[in-house]
């Protein structure tokens, strides 16, 4: 996978998959709407470069009180459609800003936004595959 190289060195810990193909359907299980379960990834989606930079921005500017707000939001979002590789990525930088690491966060955060076309491919493929009674 191309994204290997881009985080492993920052977050030596990330997982090696990219996509729990299971989350969907536990999502769509818990939420008994198979609808509801999809739409809530393609709004995932739709919201991911906006999160993203305003993840870097706050990185950036070292406020940590926005960067933790958006970075938490990511990580359940990224959880919850099962992107389990942008989860753990999203993890490292919560640890470096945790830590009071700010250049380590910033050098993880845009480690994490290497693996977001990567994490964005999985997503829609799985997506695609599935038909909406397949959540079932």
């Known amino acids: 996978m191309a994204s290997d190289g881009v985080v492993g060195p920052v977050c030596p810990g990330l997982t090696v998959d990219e996509l729990d193909p299971s989350a969907l359907t536990r999502l769509a299980s818990e939420l008994e709407s198979d609808d509801l379960a999809r739409s809530i990834a393609q709004t995932y989606l739709r919201m ?12 950036e500017r ?8 958006v970075l938490l939001s990511l990580r359940v979002s990224s959880a919850t459609v099962g ?25 993880r ?3 994490m936004l290497g693996l977001a076309p990567a994490a964005r491919h999985a997503l829609r493929s799985q997506l695609e595959r599935a038909a909406p009674a397949a959540f079932a």
């Open 48 to 59: 991911l470069d906006t999160r993203l930079t305003r993840a870097a921005s706050a990185l």
């Open 62 to 69: 070292r406020d940590e009180v926005d960067a933790m707000d």
């Open 83 to 107: 992107l389990v590789r942008l989860e753990s990525a999203v993890l490292c930088v919560i640890d470096a800003v945790r830590r009071g690491e700010p250049d380590l966060a910033r050098e």
């Open 109 to 111: 955060g845009d480690s």
